[in-house]
């Protein structure tokens, strides 16, 4: 009788003992998948972030190339100059 009660026992403290290894295997996994959740979610905005920066880079080189060209359709002031002498 006694071995009965002591088995039960400790089939009962074997099954507690796996179902709370169970809930916090299934807490730690719950917290590393809003850990990584959140991760995406940084590396997402500064990934927004450097494609506005390269927008607005390439939007000032653009700007920069045109006033080049503008400036090398205007004549040489050097040439100007010494066709009116």
Known sequence: M???IVGS????CLIVFVIS???TENQLVKEQAVTFEQ????RQRKELELEGKIKQAN?????????LECKND???ETNVKQ???
Do not use: M, T
């Not at 026992?9 to 009962?12: E, K, T």
């Not at 991760?39 to 940084?42: H, L, T, V």
């Open 9 to 12: 026992w400790l089939f009962v």
């Open 83 to 85: 066709k009116g002498n």
């Open 39 to 42: 991760e995406i979610a940084y």
């Open 74 to 76: 205007l004549p040489d």
């Open 21 to 23: 290894c169970e809930f």
């Open 2 to 4: 006694i071995k009965l």
């Open 59 to 67: 939007d000032k080189i653009k700007s920069l190339e045109r006033q």
